[in-house]
């Protein structure tokens, strides 16, 4: 069992579902609404444990019901937290818009105090990140902690995964110190310039992203699955009828941070986050769709 350490933070998720989005200032009838953990560094903590990985979170919470929503969850999944809680902030939560007819979604994220995280809370952290075997961190909390939580990675040798969600400017040299960076389509035209639509853009982004300074660049593309940069598109894995695409891509992410924690390959690791991601879009919620480890083996198994 590997060890990862996640910088990232907790949101509780307001999920809305509805036929479409209301324009600005028209009011619609929604179809269903769910209350539920989420926020992608907690996501993929949630599901990098299921997977199989001993599991740390670096977070801040507030001193609320939302927070402790944030540590129940993180005891039943098997996150050990590592987590200041403060009472001048809240905890984040997060507005999700499911549109019924294709399970798509559109989020508006309020992180609370999360985004009070500082460079000197990653400091305090420094040798837990230092004893991971994989270190994994997106764009939700302050930048500047994030940066720096890279370069004590690096700096110890610890294998370095940036999910840059959402998309946001990088400082100079961010991407040199990231052996892997798993952006979407989106995402990645944000940091390349490049338009991804098919398999030959992807190529093409990739290679923009390792004259970044990218050791490995991985593209999730959706339901077609993940370009893994020197290999090529590994196809997604159907588990059955897709229900909500929400945290898809923290499944994603997880999944492969668990693998490659364990020394599997990154083709291996790949197609393990390809088969989580499959798991999870079957299901409602973020985090309680995190599929478990049985579950992912016996999906690749029947899948080929």
């Not at 937290?81 to 549109?99: K, L, M, N």
């Not at 939580?149 to 294998?159: D, K, M, N, S």
């Amino acid at each position: 069992m590997g060890k990862v350490v996640i910088l990232g933070v907790f949101v509780a998720d307001t999920a809305y579902r509805a036929d479409r989005m209301p324009r600005m200032g028209e009011t619609v009838l929604g179809n269903s609404f769910a209350l539920g953990p989420g926020g992608k560094g907690s996501n993929q903590a949630v599901a990098c444990a299921r997977i199989g990985a001993d599991t740390h979170i670096i977070s801040k919470l507030g001193q609320d019901d939302f927070a402790k929503l944030a540590l129940d969850t993180w005891a039943e999944a098997g996150v050990t937290a590592h987590v200041d809680q403060v009472g001048d902030s809240y905890t984040g939560a997060a507005y999700i818009f499911i549109e019924e007819s294709s399970g798509d979604n559109a989020i508006i994220i309020a992180p609370g105090a999360a985004a009070l995280i500082d460079v000197e809370e990653i400091e305090a952290n420094a040798e837990l990140i230092r004893g991971a075997d994989v270190f994994v961190t997106q764009l939700e909390q302050p930048m500047p902690a994030a940066l720096r939580a890279l370069e004590i990675a690096r700096a110890a040798g610890v294998p370095t995964v940036l999910n840059p969600a959402p998309a946001a400017t990088l400082p100079e040299g961010m991407l040199a110190l990231c052996d892997y960076v798993t952006p979407n389509e989106t995402e990645c035209e944000a940091l390349t310039g490049t338009t991804v639509e098919t398999e030959a853009d992807a190529k093409r982004a990739s290679e923009v992203l390792r004259d970044l300074g990218v050791g490995t660049p991985i593209i999730t593309m959706g339901a077609r699955g993940a370009y893994l940069d020197g290999h090529g598109l590994v196809p997604a894995v159907s588990a059955g009828p897709v229900v909500e695409t929400t945290g898809a891509g923290d499944a994603f992410n997880g999944g492969f941070a668990a693998a490659l924690s364990e020394g599997k390959s990154p083709l291996s690791a790949v197609q393990i986050g390809c088969a989580t991601a499959g798991i999870s879009v079957t299901r409602p919620g973020t985090a309680p769709s995190m599929p478990t480890r049985k579950e992912v083996d016996a999906l690749i198994a029947t899948s080929g």
